[in-house]
């Protein structure tokens, strides 16, 4: 849980950073993205790990510790684009994750990693000043419902198969 705490908190801080310094950046295709939106979307996904190691309230916490970790590193616009766009996002993510996550993990962090990445996307660009275009939001949401999650999804699932499993055996069977 420590990791994947630390791993959620260096994601978006990371993302503000890199969204400060660098910008808007090509994403390819003709969308372009803030450069932080890797780490955005990445973090999405991060959060549920956290939220299935800890539970909610940890990761509610660490979604406003790493609002408050922004303001150390980013630009003040930046910092709280991402405050109020993480938040939002965070806990719509939470709310679609969570009854979805017992009907399957997969699919419980790709649709809430959509939900999630269409709210933090459109906040952002909105509160920032950033263009909000078809080729902006496009990007956006191209890498971090797409690229991104999917990306963590296949890690897990490799992860799955690769890690061994303890077999459980039912008493009385």
């Known amino acids: 849980m420590l990791l994947a705490g630390l791993a959620y908190l260096a994601t978006v801080t990371l993302a503000n ?5 660098y910008g808007l950046v090509p994403a390819g295709f003709g969308l372009v993205v803030t450069a932080g939106t890797y780490g955005a979307g990445l ?6 790990a956290v939220q299935d190691a800890a539970g909610m309230r940890v990761a509610v916490a660490l979604v406003a510790l790493g609002c408050g970790l922004s303001t150390l590193f980013a630009d003040a616009r930046i910092a709280l ?30 649709v809430s990693g959509a939900v999630g990445a269409v709210a933090d996307s459109v906040v952002f660009l909105l509160v ?44 009385g069977a």
């Open 17 to 21: 950073w890199t969204t400060s310094v």
């Open 43 to 48: 973090a999405l996904a991060v959060r549920d």
């Open 81 to 110: 684009a991402s405050g109020v766009a993480f938040l939002l996002a965070e806990l719509l993510d939470m709310a679609v994750y969570t009854p979805m996550r017992r009907r399957g993990h997969r699919r419980a962090v790709a």
């Open 128 to 171: 920032t000043g950033f263009p909000f275009t078809a080729p902006s939001l496009g990007g956006q949401l191209l890498v971090k419902a797409v690229w991104v999650t999917g990306a963590y999804l296949v890690v897990m699932e490799v992860a799955r198969r690769a890690l061994p499993r303890e077999r459980v055996i039912s008493e």
